[in-house]
């Protein structure tokens, strides 16, 4: 490119940087720093593929977007295409406190009638920081909205909802009717905010008749939206239906696994979700740390101990998972509630880190339980 004179015209290069960037940053970067009056276009290019292919050196992305606003061409400006990915950058929670002030700079640079990227990935960006009331208000700012943008408003409600918060979970419900009304067809994406929020209301007519509606439009029951409905129907107390949903599954990986084994274990149905687990391996699926949570849970509630022990032990072992307190909780109250008090008292005391109040309440518990009076 450089004998035959392409390394001086932008589009050659925009591709050039875009597969060197891919294999080697540095040497991406040093193309850059070669072209002597880089475009916009160049510029957006580049921080574009940081963004997407290197979200470890987001830093990169912003320095970049400091060489535009001080550049000596005054003709050099940011554009629409140049803050989706900025903000993109600032979903990480490192680089959260940056998206705000990147804002200010949309007003300062883009006229009002940007086109819908900019807004877009503006109510990606606060749906990340959990901030809904100002990802409703942008949300309302785009005129006729398409699917991906509704998916993204109905994804940020499901995530920020709990089940202390029912209002949140409902807006999902609401933002689905408005959906319909607007004659948009949903897609597998919706199902998964629609059957979320369902399934944090613990409302089992609604979770059916999304259920339903997926069947009935032969949207594609993936991995995402049959994890999903095994949630859901185990959190409303349909533990078979959830595993007719499961067992039907075209491929499952470790998060549908993780929603089944816990539907058995909230359900006392500790058996199938020890039997579950130790399927994960043959199928090349390695357990994670909600995996362990679960199981452990699931076998402390029909009295697994030894086995229980021995998933504990297997952690750090086998899967290279370091023990986090919630496990040690479960190791805890599944000591105590077989009455093994004295292991119990001294797993709270060798842990790593300090324990809080949930583990002296489970071990203060399992004291009370078996008479106990010393150790409570």
Known sequence: MLTI???????????????????????AVNIFRSIPNPTIFLFNTLISSVTNHHSEHTHVAFSLYNQILFHN??????????????????????????????????????????????????????????????????????????????NTLLAAYTRNASFEDADVSLDVLHGFNEMQESQIRPNEVTFVALIGACSNLGVLSQGMWAHAYVLRDNIVVNRFVGTALVDMYSKCGCVNLAYQVFDKMPERDTFCYNAMIGGF?????????LELYENMKPKGLVPDSATIVVTLFACSHVGLVEEGCEIFESMKEVH?????????????????????????????????????????????????????????
């Open 265 to 273: 274990a909230a359900h006392g149905h500790g058996h199938q979700a």
């Open 73 to 150: 061409n005054t003709t050099l400006r940011p554009n629409s295409f140049t803050f989706p990915s900025l903000f993109k950058a600032c979903a990480s929670d490192a680089w959260l406190h940056y998206g705000q002030p990147l804002h200010t700079h949309v007003f300062k640079f883009l006229e009002p009638t940007s086109d819908r990227f900019v807004p877009a990935s503006l109510v990606n960006f606060y749906a990340k920081c959990g901030k809904l009331n100002q990802c409703r208000y942008l949300f309302n700012q785009i005129c006729e909205p398409d699917l991906a943008m509704w």
């Open 320 to 376: 290279g998972i370091e023990p986090k307190l919630e496990h040690y909780g479960c190791l805890v109250d599944l000591l105590g509630r077989a009455g093994r008090l004295n292991e119990a008292e001294k797993t709270v005391q060798k842990m790593p880190m300090k324990p809080n109040a949930i583990l002296w309440r489970a071990l203060l518990g399992a004291a009370r339980l078996h008479g106990n009076i010393e150790v409570g």
């Open 5 to 27: 004179g392409l390394a001086l015209h932008t589009y050659p290069l925009s591709r050039l940087l875009i597969q060197s960037s891919k294999l080697s940053l540095t040497y």
